[in-house]
């Protein structure tokens, strides 16, 4: 059974640093492309980033640009999302996801509030 | 660029069908998209793949009451035999070098 489980979501003041992790299980995860994606309290859906399953591509939403840094350990089957320079409009849960074939995987999400 | 567009808002009666709309903007209408059903409190989980053609795989476990179906750029989740724990917010999806999300729409059973 494929388990996405993230954490190390929390509060955190504006220009402030978080790292959330991806705990993957279940599948061969070095096949894998894996993303982020975040909803933030009562909107919809968006897409943060995405890594190839070597890391040899990487992408982000203009909106997280320059501020955070996608990466994943393959030996370890885990994802990770490093947030620097965080703003009040960071503050969502933060789901990890995959397609494998035709299905996508979700996480349960991890919540990240940026607040003074 | 890529657009997904969907109603903000979808009701209808318990028992009853429901369709729910996701139109891709100009140029896309080839696109498969994903439907994705995430209820109050919890996360997205998948419900199905949808090419342009109308054929489409549903993820484990979801009921036969979930179909698919497609016309176009328009890319179509009917619900039939509507429960009460079908009422959450659907979500379409396509996906390349980046995903892209619709708006998404709220389902109200009655």
């Known amino acids: 059974e494929v388990q996405l489980v993230e954490s190390g979501g929390g509060l955190v003041k504006p220009g402030g640093s978080l790292r959330l992790s991806c705990a993957a299980s279940?599948?061969?995860?070095?096949?894998?492309?894996m993303n982020w994606v975040r909803q933030a309290p009562g909107k919809g859906l968006e897409w943060v980033s995405s890594?190839?399953?070597?890391?040899?591509?990487?992408y982000y939403a203009d909106s997280v640009k320059g501020r955070f840094t996608i990466s994943r350990d393959n030996a370890k089957n885990s994802l990770y999302l490093q947030m620097n320079s965080l703003r009040a409009e960071d503050t969502a849960v933060y789901y990890c996801?995959?397609?494998?074939?035709?299905?996508?995987?979700w996480g349960q999400g991890t919540l990240v509030t940026v607040s003074s | 660029q890529l657009v997904l567009t969907q109603s903000p808002s979808a009701s209808a009666s318990l028992g009853a069908s429901v369709k729910l709309t996701c139109t891709l903007s100009?140029?896309?209408?080839?696109?498969?998209i994903a439907w994705h059903q995430q209820q109050p409190e919890k996360g997205p989980r998948y419900l199905m793949k949808?090419?342009?053609?109308?054929?489409?795989s549903k993820g484990d476990g979801i009921p036969d009451r979930f179909s698919g179906s497609s016309s176009g750029a328009e890319r179509y989740l009917t619900i039939s035999s509507l429960q009460s724990e079908d009422e959450a917010d659907y979500y379409c999806?396509?996906?390349?070098?980046?995903?892209?999300f619709g708006g998404g729409t709220k389902l109200t059973v009655l």
């Open positions: 996801a995959t397609r494998r074939v035709d299905t996508f995987y």
């Open positions: 279940g599948f061969t995860f070095s096949s894998y492309s």
């Open positions: 890594i190839s399953s070597s890391s040899s591509y990487i």
């Open positions: 100009s140029g896309h209408s080839s696109y498969a």
């Open positions: 949808l090419n342009s053609d109308g054929s489409h």
């Open positions: 999806q396509t996906w390349g070098t980046a995903w892209v």
